[in-house]
């Protein structure tokens, strides 16, 4: 008798078979035996109830929030709760803002030089505006210290003893806000956090705009970062910045200044600002929004328009101011540099203000300085034996001193021949001749 081999898939198949007539015929489903139930349903959810919950959600985002593509106008409030309401920050912010604003107005004003052009245009929008009409200020964003140091030299020192009347400002998390010190030394001065990344619809933000909405004074860099090349170029400003100005309740007044300057006090990579540095400021008129208000209920228009028109605005504002302080620091460097005068002009100019006859060499000088004093006609011999004696009118002195000098000693010499001329004219003229007297000894003694 002879051994038949039974195939495995022959008997699988066969085993299927059976199980789909089972099913006809008694109208149930067979069980496998081994526990296992269909795990994926034919939409390609877990189960239904998975699906079923997955499909409120969805339900809900689209009804209640916003695609994350989609701007829109978010309403914010004047009582948002924030930390910065608090009644630690508010007496933190009573000391630590006064104390630092005239900290940084002493440092510029009194260690540095800060050129202005147009501060009466801040200084109206500060103290004559309406009331409870807010304040927006925009500039250019060159070191990390723009803020405060820049805006503490353009207020005046009563200005900054109160706290109240001071902006507020935005500064990201990743640097003012990295531990628990330093964010509590930035909400003490008035900043407020804003997360890279996280767009405009962001807490800080709204946070920003219920400080306008109260009729504060915020103050933002439009660029969001600083320049990477110590302020020679700009960058454009964001669409941040838009926002800002439309979602609050009452259009803020915008007051746009540019500065230079401050990369020579606070270079890329310094810890230490530097001292006797100028800073150039050109304040601007303030930017009017009202052509694009009048498109805001238009319902051709979408909001990420209008908010990239106010940016673009503001961003074309600031180009054009930076152009004009690019060209006064153009000009305010030529007439330092056509000014400047060399170490031998200064000792010339000290060497022609000592009085020469208190030291009885007073006709040797004036003798050697002035050879155009002559007659045209007559003849010196002295000069046509040894021309190289002969000096010109302008600068032959300077000329004896390079020569025969050293630049300390001839220094010193100056020095005290002031002091001689100074002495000589607080005493009588009957002592004039005293100098001449001493040197007449010294040349006895030494037997010359």
Same mark, same amino acid.
């Given at each position: ?57 969805? @339900?809900?985002?689209?009804? =209640? ?14 009582? #948002?709760?924030?930390?910065?309401? !608090? ?11 006064? $104390?630092?604003?005239?900290?940084? *107005? ?34 250019? *964003? ?12 353009? $207020?005046?020192?009563?200005? #900054? $003893?109160?706290?109240? @009347? ?8 990743? %640097?003012?806000?990295?531990? +628990?010190?330093?964010?509590?030394? =930035? ?24 400080? $306008?909405? @109260? ?30 100005i439309l979602d609050a309740d009452t259009l803020p ?9 401050? /990369? ?23 930017? *009017? ?9 238009? /319902? ?20 054009? #101011? ?23 002009? %200064?000792?010339?100019?000290?060497? *022609? ?21 002559? +007659? ?9 034996? !040894? ?44 002592n004039v001749g005293r100098p001449l007297k001493a ?8 037997? #010359?």
């Open positions: 008798m002879g051994i038949h081999f039974v195939d495995k898939a022959d008997l699988w198949k066969s085993a299927l078979l059976f199980n789909l007539k089972l099913r006809d015929r008694f109208r149930i489903a067979v069980d496998d035996h081994r526990g296992r139930a269909t795990v994926f349903s034919p939409d390609g959810c877990f189960s239904s109830t998975i699906h079923r919950w997955v499909t409120r959600f969805r @339900n809900f985002r689209r009804e =209640s929030l916003p695609s994350p593509p989609a701007f829109y106008r978010r309403r914010v409030s004047k009582d #948002l709760t924030a930390e910065e309401e !608090s009644a630690l920050f508010r007496m933190l912010q009573t000391v630590a803002v006064p $104390l630092i604003g005239n900290a940084c *107005h002493v440092f510029m004003n009194g260690f540095n030089r800060v050129q202005v052009y147009g501060l009466e245009k801040l200084h109206d929008a500060l103290l004559n505006r309406p009331k409870n009409k807010p304040l927006v200020t925009v500039s250019n *964003h060159v070191a990390s210290v723009d803020d405060p140091f820049v805006i503490a030299s353009l $207020l005046p020192p009563k200005f #900054l $003893l109160d706290a109240r @009347n001071l902006r507020w400002t935005l500064c990201a998390t990743d %640097r003012c806000f990295k531990n +628990p010190v330093t964010s509590a030394f =930035s909400r003490s001065v008035k900043v407020l956090p804003i997360s890279r990344g996280e767009g405009i619809y962001q807490q800080g933000m709204d946070i920003a705009i219920s400080k $306008l909405n @109260n009729g504060g004074w915020v103050h933002i860099f439009p660029e969001g970062s600083r320049s990477r090349d110590g302020g020679k170029t700009m960058g454009s400003a964001k669409r941040g910045i838009g926002r800002l007044m915008v007051v746009p200044f540019v500065h230079t300057g401050m /990369q020579d006090i606070m270079p890329v990579g310094a810890s230490v600002p530097r001292i006797g540095k100028t800073v150039t400021v050109i304040i601007g008129d303030p930017i *009017h929004f009202n052509d694009i208000l009048s498109t805001e209920g238009a /319902q051709h228009v979408s909001r990420k328009h209008l908010y990239d028109a106010v940016s673009s605005r503001i961003g074309q504002r600031l180009y054009d #101011l930076k152009a004009q302080v690019d060209r006064v620091y153009i000009e305010q460097q030529s007439m330092m540099s056509h000014n400047a005068k060399t170490p031998s002009d %200064r000792a010339a100019e000290i060497f *022609h203000r000592v009085d020469w006859d208190s030291f009885g060499m007073g006709a040797q000088f004036s003798e050697e300085s002035s050879p155009s004093s002559k +007659p045209i006609g007559q003849s010196d011999d002295r000069i046509v034996r !040894s021309p190289k004696r002969r000096v010109s009118p302008e600068g032959g002195v300077s000329l004896k001193i390079k020569k025969l000098m050293d630049s300390t000693e001839m220094m010193g010499f100056a020095a005290r021949g002031l002091l001689m001329n100074e002495y000589k004219s607080r005493v009588e003229s009957a040197w007449r000894e010294y040349f006895m003694n030494r037997g #010359l």
